[in-house]
């Protein structure tokens, strides 16, 4: 009921995570704005009991709750249980992922998105353009790795399309998460993504062309 697997920057691949079987006892603190309580551990007796084989170093936490037993306040809680792009912060290519079934948390070394068009957005960020202009804009670690953060993301730009035209980008979407659980080649459909946001850009074969060779 409260233990969620969990999904570090590590796990998480292009469209896909490889889980490592870790998890969360999520004894959250609750959203008092929103009327949720926080976690009663007492109502939770076996993982009490397993707390407080702990009990010294969650008393002495600077960051904990109500109580020792529950987590500190995150006012984004409830994000974790919506549908959702993710991703980790440091990598030398983009490795956006959707998480739809709304089960994953993600720790410190994540990001998170959610809200509308999350099926377009998602194979975006993962286009040729997108990891062109993360190499211009993005803050690198100075080992040939980029950090992906929430400010750099807010800088790029997405083209809002009709309804129509993004649900040409939702199908493909869809069809390269199918591909991506069934262990199967997606490169065509790859392409076609990034043909079509060329388009929507109205780049011109030389645009094109140096993007591609970057």
């Not at 409260?2 to 889980?19: E, H, N, S, T, V």
């Not at 969650?58 to 306040?73: C, E, F, Q, S, V």
């Not at 809680?77 to 792009?85: A, C, G, L, P």
């Not at 286009?127 to 980029?146: A, D, R």
């Amino acid at each position: 009921e409260i233990i969620r697997p969990i999904l570090r920057g590590r796990d998480i691949k292009r469209y896909g995570y490889d889980f490592a079987d870790l998890w969360l006892i999520n004894t959250h603190n609750g959203i008092k704005e929103n009327g949720v309580s926080a976690i009663d551990i007492e109502q939770y007796p076996a993982i009490k009991r397993h707390l407080d084989n702990y009990y010294p170093q969650l008393a002495k936490r600077l960051d904990k709750g109500d109580t020792p037993y529950n987590l500190r306040n995150c006012a984004y809680m409830e994000d974790f249980s919506k549908q959702k792009i993710v991703w980790g912060e440091i990598s030398d290519k983009t490795k956006f992922s959707i998480e739809l079934s709304g089960n994953f948390m993600t720790e410190a070394t994540t990001f998170l998105m959610t809200g509308d068009s999350l099926l377009y957005l998602v194979v975006f960020l993962n286009s040729k353009l997108s990891e062109y202009v993360f190499s211009k804009i993005g803050t690198t670690t100075g080992v040939g790795t980029v950090r992906w953060k929430k400010f750099t993301i807010e800088q790029l730009f997405v083209p809002k399309l009709s309804a129509l035209r993004e649900e040409e980008f939702n199908e493909i979407s869809r069809k390269i998460l199918r591909a991506t659980e069934q262990k199967q080649d997606y490169l065509e459909l790859k392409k076609l993504v990034d043909n079509m946001i060329y388009s929507d850009f109205n780049f011109i074969r030389e645009e094109i062309d140096f993007i591609e060779s970057q």
